[in-house]
């Protein structure tokens, strides 16, 4: 079980090649063959291990209402965005790959390990993200 962000996302940073507010920032759901790997560039390198599913369309859902702060109090900046969810759903999900669909290769920026089996039967599967945000820099 592991998660973590990818080392292309850190250089994309570093090189001001991503903006997470204005990109098109995907989430995609992975099965359990996935495995976070840090040296995994773009989507094609995961894609394999998506699952698929009644109410699941391949590639995930843009994010949406998406905002970056910077908070000078706890020293730290946080990448956000609204809770995805897929509706009227059947299907089962291990892991969460949030990648740049703006940029050509579609580069990837992290990995959210669910810690075991997710499912969701004719119903709604959601995720909700951290009252802390997506991802936190500190």
């Known amino acids: 079980m592991a998660s973590g962000i990818y080392n292309r996302f850190k250089a994309n940073l570093m090189n001001k ?3 997470l507010e ?3 920032i995907k989430v995609a759901l992975l099965d359990n063959n996935h495995s976070f790997n840090a040296d995994d560039n773009t989507w094609s390198d ?3 291990n998506e699952i698929s599913g009644t109410g699941y369309t391949a590639g995930g859902e843009e994010l949406t ?6 908070d000078d109090t706890n020293d730290k900046a946080v990448f956000d965005a609204d809770d995805v969810s897929w509706s009227s759903a059947t299907f089962t999900a291990y892991h969460a790959v949030l990648y740049d669909d703006s940029l050509a290769s579609d580069d990837l920026i992290c990995s959210i390990d669910f810690g075991g089996a997710k499912s969701v039967s004719s119903g709604t599967f959601t995720i909700q993200w951290d009252a802390d945000g997506i991802i936190t820099l500190s």
């Open 22 to 24: 204005a990109d098109t």
């Open 46 to 48: 995961v894609s394999a």
């Open 17 to 19: 090649e991503v903006d």
């Open 65 to 70: 209402n998406k905002s970056v702060t910077q």
